[in-house]
C-alpha cells in the first residue's frame, strides 16, 4: 500500500463517517436511515479498489451528469413523501448522492477539498438533526480522518508537483516517494497537527461571543420517556428501569456557590398522580394554575445559608414534566426556551412541549425545608381533597373475576395497622403502612413481572398474589393502602439519587434511577397539614437492581460520564452566562489580582510622578527637578524613537525575507559596483547615512577631484537602485547599460589607464 | 534548563527568519471558514460554531506546524566553472537535525545572481529540487540538471527551505546563508578545416623567415639533476659549482609559434543592437575556443588581450592554469566603448609584441594601421614589420568568424569530448 492508497482510505472514511453523522440517533431497529452510510461505504470501496487505481476506469462525465439529476429527483421525492419532517434529511441525502457519484469519477487535483467541503455540509445537516452522545463521537471520527487525508493528499500532491518540476532528477520511478512513512515520528507530527487542531478549534468555538440561551436544539430522536406523562399505565416504568440512558446531569452549588454532592437519596420530583382506575393513574385535572417557577418562593427564601442550588440540564425528550428535589423555592431556565412553569396544586414542575430539546435550568431547594405554597395543601372543604381518598371501585366491566377492590384494600389496610397497634395519627399510619411494605420480608423488589390471575387490577395482583413488584407497584399499593386508612395521597413519579461523577462534580441520573413514591397530606409535628413523602419500595433491593443495571465499569462510566458532561454542558449547551463563567470572569478575575498586586507600586510611581511633575509656575521649572524631568523626558523620547526604528528595521527586514544585504539585491549589480569604487577612494556610507545622502556626498567628493561631468552619477545610481529594491521595478537593461557606461568612465577617471595585471 | 539558553531559544523564535505565505488553497478555505463563523455567530447555533471551529484549526495549525523547517541544514554542492549553454549539475543535501519527526515535502529553492547581467543577460536558472522525506537525524540528496546559463560570474543566492506542511495552506520559506559562486566561461565552438589550413600556411611562411632564433629550434627551459646517459654538453656548470652536483640544462623543442589573441569587444555606448551584441558574444566565444585549443597542447606562449576602459592583458606558456585565467578574463569581460587595439598593443610585453602571431578579433572595422600609429610603444621598425602574415584581423560584425568557426551543438562530440578532458582536471568546490 502507497501513501496514495492510504490517503484516499482516510478520505473516504471521512466521507463515511460524515454520512453516519448524518443518521443521527435512529432506534437501531430502523435500517432506512442507516442506508446511506452504507451506500457511501460500498461506493468508497468500489472507487478504492477499482476506479483508484492506476489505469482503473471511474464514472465518465456523460454518465455522472444524469446521475446527478437523477439524485435531485431522489432527494424531491423523499421530501414530497413528508413536507414537514424530510426537507433537511432529503437535502442531507441529495449530498450523499452527489458524494458518491464524485468518488466514482476519476480524480483529478483539487477533488479533495470538493469532497471534503461536500462533507462538512453533511455534517452541519447532520448536527441540524441531532446532537447526543453518538454525534460527538462521530464528529471526532470526522475530523480526526478528514485531517488524516488532509495532510496525506498534501503530500501526495507535493509529490506530483515535483514529479513536474524542471531540471529534478529522480531517482527511477519508485511507486512511493514516501517509502516507510508511517512511522512513529509521523505518527507523532500528526498527532501534534490534531491536537493543535482540536485545541485551537476548541478554543475558537469557546471564546466566540455568545449572546443568549445558546442553540435551539431539535426534537429529532427525542422521544417521551415511559411514566413520566399526565396518563401512566401502571408497570410502564419497568421499560425505564432496564435503561441506562442518561437523563440528566446536574451540578449542585451551596449558598457560598461551591460545589457539594447532593445526597445518594435525593428524591427528583418529576408529576404527581392522583386518580387510579383500572392499572392506570392520572394526573389531578385540572392541574391547577401554573405560574411561572421564579415565583414560586419569596427572593428572601433563596439566600438562605441551607440553600441548595441545582443546575439540571436535561437531555432531549418530549416528556414535558422536569424534575426537582422538594421543595422548589426558585425555578428558572438558563439556557434556550421559556422558564418553567410550576403548578400550585400537585408541586409539578413542567417547560413549555417547544422545549423538548436540551433544557437547561437552575432549581434553588433547601433540604430539610418545610416550605409549601399554600394553594398545594387542600383543606378538607375542597372538592379536591376527596380525589386524594379515592378508591378504585369495582374493576373494569367485562373482566373476571369481579372483586370488589376497596373493601379488600380497606380491610387489608385495618389489618395492617392493627398488627402495628391501631395509630390515631395520620403521619403514624403512614409510617406504620410504609413499614409493613418496606421491610423486605413480606414483599419483593423485582423487574421481571408475573401477572397470577389475569383480568385483577395490578395493585390488587401485587398485594394479594405476586407480591413482587418495582417501585412503582409499591409506590400505587402505598398510596391506595393510605387512601383506605382515610389518609389523603397520591403517587409520585421521578428519580431517585444518580451516579456521582468526582471528575466533574455532577450528578448524573439516569433512565435506570426512576422511581415512585408517594406524598401523603398529614400533620407534622407543629400541627400543619402537608405533603410529606413515603417511600416503600425495600432501599437495598433497589439498590442492587439499579447497580446491574449497565455493565460499564466503575472507571469507564467516570470517564464517559465525565466527557458527556463536557460535551452537553460546554459544547451542546455553551451559552452567554457559561462563556462569562468559564472565559471572562476568571481573566478578570487574574487582571482583578494582578491590579491588587501592582497597585502599591503603581500607587509609589504615582507619587513619584505627582513629586517631579509638580512645578507650580514657569520659575520653578528652572531648578535641578525640572532638569532631572527635562533630561528624562529626552532620553525618553530618545529611547522611544530607537524601539519605534528598530521595529520598523525588523518589519522592514522581515518583510524583505529575513536576509540578505541590500547591494547584494538580484540586478544591483550596477549600485554595488558604485558602492565598491567609491569605498576603493575611501569614501564609506556612515550607518546613519541614506544611500541618497550618501550619493550626494559621494557627488561632492567626485566634484573635489575634478571630474565635473559625472558628480550626479552616484545619485543617479542611488535613484535607480530605489527603484529596484523599494519600487519593486524591472530596470530597462539600457538604463543600467547607460549607467554602467558612465560607471566605466568614472572607473577611468579615478584609476587612470592602468595596463592589467600578468599572469 | 539555564535561562539565558532559553530566552535565547524564544527569541529566535520570534525572529522572523521565515516567510509565511497563503496559498490559493488557504483563500478558499478561509472564506468557507469565515461563511461558517458568521452564520454560526448569527444563529448562535453551537453546533456549526464548532464546525467552524474546528475547521479553523488546520489553518492555525499550519501556523504552528512548521515541518520542521527550522532544524533542517540545507547545503548545496555545485562546480566551480561550467561552460556557457552546457550541462550544470547541483547537488542539494538536506541534514534533518530533528530527532524523531522526518522531514515532508521539503523543497530546496536556489538562485543564481549574475554579477554583472550586462555581460550575462537577464535570464539565470532557478534550480529546485523537492525532497519527499528526510528521516529523523538523516540526510536527503537531490540533484539538479539544467543548462548553464550565459557567461560570466554568478553569486548563489541564499537556499530557501520552502514547506507547504502540513495542509498545503500556507507556504513556509525560510532562507539559509549559503554563500557560492560559480563562474561560467564562454561557450566553446569548433574551429574549422579553413582556420587549420590557414594556421598551417602562416607557421610554414613564418618559419621560413625565422632564422634568426635559436640554431637549434629549441628554447632553455629549465634545470634538473643529471642522469645516467645525460650528455655532457648540457652539464651548467656554474651551476654545478654552486650546488655541488651536476646539473642538467633542459630545452624545449619549439614547434608551434607564440600566439596573441587581442579581443576588441566594442558595443555602442548607446542603444546597441541585437547584432552587435551577438557579435561580441560571437568573439568572446572565438577567442575562448582559440585559447582551448592552443593551451591543449603545451610548449607556446599565449597571450590574451582584451580592451576596454583598463585594457588587459594576461600570456604565459600554455597550460590549464593559463587556460582558466583566460577563460575566466573571457567570462567577465565587459563590452565597452572605449579603449582600442592600439592601448592593448602597448600593454602588451616586448617579446611577444616582437615575435607572436597576432589574431585581432574585434566587432567594428578596424584599419591596423591607425592602431599602430596610436601605438606609443612600436618603434618605427616594428610598425613596418607588424604587418602581412604575422596579424590576422577579424571582424566579427561582418560574419568574417564564420570561415574558421562554428558555434557548437550540444551533441557535437568532438568539442565536446575535448571539453570533456578538460572538465575531468577541474576542480569542484563545495
Redesign the interface.
Known amino acids: 500500500m502507497t501513501t496514495g492508497h492510504f490517503h484516499r482510505a482516510c478520505l473516504y472514511l471521512a466521507l463515511t463517517f460524515a454520512a453516519l453523522v448524518l443518521v443521527g440517533e435512529h432506534p437501531e431497529e430502523e435500517f432506512v436511515p442507516f442506508m446511506s452510510p452504507a451506500i457511501v461505504a460500498i461506493g468508497s470501496i468500489l472507487a478504492w479498489t477499482v476506479v483508484d487505481r492506476p489505469g482503473g476506469r471511474g464514472l465518465p462525465a456523460a454518465l455522472a451528469n444524469p446521475l446527478g439529476l437523477l439524485a435531485v429527483g431522489l432527494a424531491y421525492l423523499e421530501y414530497e413523501s413528508n413536507r414537514v419532517n424530510n426537507l433537511i434529511p432529503a437535502l442531507g441525502h441529495l449530498l450523499i448522492y452527489l458524494q458518491v457519484i464524485k468518488v466514482l469519477q476519476p480524480k483529478k487535483k483539487g477533488d479533495d477539498w470538493y469532497l471534503l467541503t461536500l462533507s462538512l455540509v453533511v455534517v452541519l445537516v447532520g448536527s441540524y438533526i441531532g446532537q447526543g452522545d453518538f454525534f460527538a463521537v462521530l464528529l471526532l471520527g470526522w475530523i480526526m480522518t478528514s485531517l488524516l487525508a488532509l495532510m496525506l493528499g498534501h503530500l501526495e500532491h507535493e509529490a506530483q508537483r515535483a514529479g513536474l518540476t524542471e531540471g529534478q532528477v529522480h531517482e527511477g520511478p519508485g511507486p512511493d516517494p514516501y517509502r516507510g512513512l508511517f512511522d512513529g515520528g509521523f505518527l507523532a507530527t500528526a498527532s501534534l497537527v490534531v491536537l493543535w487542531t482540536l485545541g485551537f478549534g476548541l478554543a475558537t468555538f469557546l471564546a466566540t461571543p455568545r449572546l443568549g440561551g445558546g442553540t435551539t436544539t431539535p426534537l429529532a430522536g427525542a422521544s417521551p420517556m415511559s411514566g413520566f406523562s399526565e396518563e401512566v399505565q401502571l408497570g410502564r416504568m419497568g421499560e425505564v428501569l432496564e435503561n441506562d440512558a442518561v437523563v440528566m446531569t446536574i451540578e449542585s452549588f451551596d449558598s457560598a456557590g461551591n460545589r457539594v454532592q447532593p445526597d445518594e437519596e435525593t428524591h427528583w420530583r418529576g408529576i404527581s398522580l392522583v386518580n387510579y382506575r383500572d392499572g392506570k393513574w392520572s394526573r389531578e385535572s385540572p392541574a391547577g394554575r401554573p405560574i411561572a417557577a421564579s415565583g414560586v418562593g419569596s427572593e428572601a427564601r433563596t439566600r438562605g445559608t441551607h440553600v441548595v442550588r441545582h443546575r439540571i440540564k436535561l437531555e432531549p425528550s418530549r416528556t414535558q414534566p422536569i424534575f426537582a428535589p422538594r421543595p422548589v423555592l426558585r425555578a428558572k431556565v438558563t439556557g434556550t426556551g421559556n422558564d418553567p412553569r410550576f403548578s400550585t396544586q400537585d408541586a409539578t414542575l413542567s417547560r413549555g412541549p417547544n422545549d423538548g430539546g436540551y433544557y437547561e435550568y437552575e432549581v434553588w431547594t433547601a433540604p430539610g425545608s418545610l416550605f409549601q405554597p399554600d394553594e398545594e395543601v387542600p383543606t378538607e372543604d375542597q372538592p379536591r381533597y376527596g380525589r386524594f381518598l379515592s378508591l378504585p371501585g369495582l374493576t373494569a366491566p367485562g373482566r373476571a373475576p369481579r372483586s370488589q377492590l376497596k373493601e379488600r384494600l380497606e380491610g387489608f389496610a385495618r389489618r395492617v395497622l392493627a398488627e402495628r397497634g391501631n395509630p390515631k395519627a395520620a403521619l403514624d399510619r403512614a409510617q406504620a403502612l410504609e413499614s409493613y411494605l418496606r421491610d423486605g420480608r413480606r414483599y419483593q423488589y423485582t423487574l421481571q413481572l408475573d401477572r397470577v390471575r389475569d383480568g385483577s387490577d395490578p395493585v390488587e395482583d401485587f398485594l394479594f398474589n405476586t407480591k413482587k413488584g418495582h417501585c412503582e407497584y409499591f409506590a400505587s399499593a402505598l398510596t391506595l393502602l393510605l387512601r383506605a386508612s382515610g389518609v389523603p395521597a397520591r403517587l409520585v413519579n421521578g428519580f431517585k439519587g444518580g451516579d456521582w461523577n468526582s471528575l466533574s462534580s455532577t450528578t448524573v441520573v439516569r433512565q435506570k434511577h426512576a422511581h415512585s413514591w408517594v406524598e401523603a397530606l398529614v400533620q407534622d409535628d407543629d400541627g400543619q397539614a402537608r405533603w410529606l413523602e413515603f417511600d416503600p419500595t425495600p432501599p437495598d433491593e433497589r439498590r442492587l437492581s439499579v447497580s446491574q443495571v449497565g455493565r460499564s465499569t466503575f472507571r469507564i462510566r467516570l470517564v464517559s460520564d465525565f466527557l458527556r458532561y463536557i460535551w452537553v454542558y460546554y459544547v451542546v449547551g455553551f451559552n452567554a452566562e457559561r462563556q462569562r463563567r468559564v472565559l471572562y470572569e476568571p481573566v478578570m478575575q487574574v487582571i482583578r489580582k494582578a491590579g491588587d498586586g501592582y497597585k502599591v507600586l503603581i500607587e509609589e510611581v504615582d507619587r513619584l510622578i505627582n513629586w517631579l511633575f509638580d512645578f507650580p509656575d514657569y520659575s520653578s521649572l528652572f531648578s535641578f527637578r525640572g532638569f532631572l524631568v527635562t533630561v528624562g523626558l529626552m532620553l525618553l523620547l530618545a529611547g522611544l524613537t530607537w524601539v519605534v526604528r528598530r521595529i520598523a528595521a525588523t518589519w522592514r527586514r522581515w518583510r524583505r525575507g529575513g536576509a540578505g544585504d541590500d547591494i547584494t539585491l538580484p540586478g544591483a549589480a550596477f549600485y554595488r559596483r558604485t558602492v565598491l569604487l567609491l569605498a576603493e577612494f575611501g569614501l564609506k556610507r556612515a550607518s546613519s547615512e541614506t544611500p541618497r545622502e550618501f550619493g550626494r556626498r559621494a557627488g561632492m567628493f567626485l566634484f573635489s577631484r575634478d571630474v565635473d561631468d559625472l558628480t550626479d552619477l552616484p545619485v543617479d545610481a542611488t535613484d535607480e537602485y530605489y527603484g529596484l529594491r523599494f519600487g519593486e521595478e524591472e530596470l530597462d537593461p539600457e538604463r543600467v547599460g547607460a549607467l554602467e557606461t558612465r560607471l566605466d568612465a568614472l572607473e577611468s577617471e579615478l584609476r587612470g589607464r592602468k595596463p592589467g595585471h600578468t599572469a | 534548563m539555564k535561562p539565558i539558553p532559553i530566552l535565547g531559544r524564544w527569541a529566535r523564535t520570534l ?5 509565511l505565505n497563503p496559498t490559493w ?1 488557504s483563500a ?2 478561509l472564506v ?1 471558514l469565515l461563511t ?2 458568521v452564520v ?2 448569527y ?16 489553518l ?2 499550519s501556523l ?2 512548521g515541518g520542521g523547517l527550522g532544524k533542517s541544514r540545507p547545503s548545496r554542492r555545485a562546480p566551480r566553472y561550467v561552460f556557457a549553454g552546457g550541462p550544470l549539475a547541483i547537488d542539494y543535501v538536506i541534514e534533518n537535525k ?1 530527532r ?3 522531514a ?2 521539503l ?1 530546496v529553492e536556489d ?1 543564481l ?6 555581460v550575462s543577460g ?1 535570464t539565470a ?1 532557478l ?4 525532497f ?2 528526510v ?2 537525524r538523516g540526510k536527503g540528496r ?5 543548462t548553464a546559463p550565459g557567461r560570466g560570474r554568478y ?1 548563489f ?2 537556499l530557501e527551505l520552502v514547506s ?5 495552506l500556507i507556504e513556509r ?1 525560510m ?1 539559509v ?1 549559503a554563500p557560492g559562486e560559480l563562474l561560467v566561461y564562454p561557450a566553446i565552438g569548433r574551429l574549422t578545416r579553413t582556420w587549420q589550413h590557414v594556421q598551417r600556411q602562416t607557421t610554414q611562411t613564418r618559419r621560413g623567415r625565422r632564422h634568426d632564433r635559436s640554431a637549434q629550434q629549441q628554447e632553455y627551459h629549465g634545470l634538473r639533476d643529471y642522469r645516467p646517459g645525460d650528455s655532457p654538453r648540457w652539464v651548467h656548470w656554474r651551476t654545478s659549482a654552486r650546488l655541488g652536483r651536476p646539473m642538467i640544462k633542459e630545452f624545449e623543442q619549439q614547434h608551434e609559434e607564440d600566439l596573441a589573441i587581442l579581443v576588441d569587444a566594442w558595443l555602442p ?4 543592437t541585437t547584432a552587435q551584441r551577438e557579435a561580441v558574444e560571437e568573439a568572446v566565444r572565438f577567442a575562448a575556443t582559440l585559447c582551448m585549443d592552443t593551451c591543449r597542447r603545451q610548449g607556446r606562449r599565449l597571450l590574451l588581450g ?1 580592451t ?9 606558456p600554455a597550460s590549464v592554469k ?1 587556460l582558466h ?1 583566460l577563460l575566466e578574463q573571457l567570462a567577465v569581460l ?1 563590452p ?3 579603449g582600442s587595439i592600439a ?1 592593448v598593443l ?2 602588451m ?1 616586448p617579446a611577444m609584441l616582437r615575435e607572436a602571431r597576432l589574431v585581432i578579433v574585434s566587432t567594428r572595422p578596424i584599419q591596423l594601421h591607425e592602431e599602430i600609429g596610436r601605438s606609443t610603444r612600436l618603434a618605427e621598425n616594428a610598425r613596418r614589420a607588424f604587418s602581412g602574415s604575422r596579424v590576422m584581423l577579424l571582424d566579427a560584425s561582418k560574419g568574417d568568424l564564420n570561415a574558421y568557426f562554428q558555434r557548437e551543438d550540444r551533441g557535437d562530440s568532438s568539442s565536446f569530448m575535448a571539453r570533456a578532458s578538460f572538465e575531468a582536471g577541474k576542480e569542484s568546490a563545495s
Open positions: 525572529a522572523p527568519d521565515q516567510s488553497d478558499g478555505f468557507a461558517l463563523l454560526g455567530w444563529q448562535q447555533s453551537n453546533m456549526i460554531l464548532l464546525v467552524a471551529g474546528l475547521a479553523s484549526g488546520p492555525v495549525a504552528f506546524v530533528r524523531v519527526v522526518p515532508l515535502a523543497w538562485q545572481v549574475a554579477e554583472d547581467r550586462t537577464w536558472p534550480p529546485r529540487v523537492f519527499a522525506r528521516t529523523a537531490a540533484r539538479w540538471e539544467g553569486q543566492g541564499a507547504r506542511a502540513p495542509f498545503g520559506r532562507p546563508k555606448r548607446s542603444k546597441p582584451c576596454g576602459t583598463a585594457p588587459v592583458v594576461l600570456h604565459g593559463l585565467s565587459r565597452a566603448a572605449e592601448a602597448d600593454a610585453p
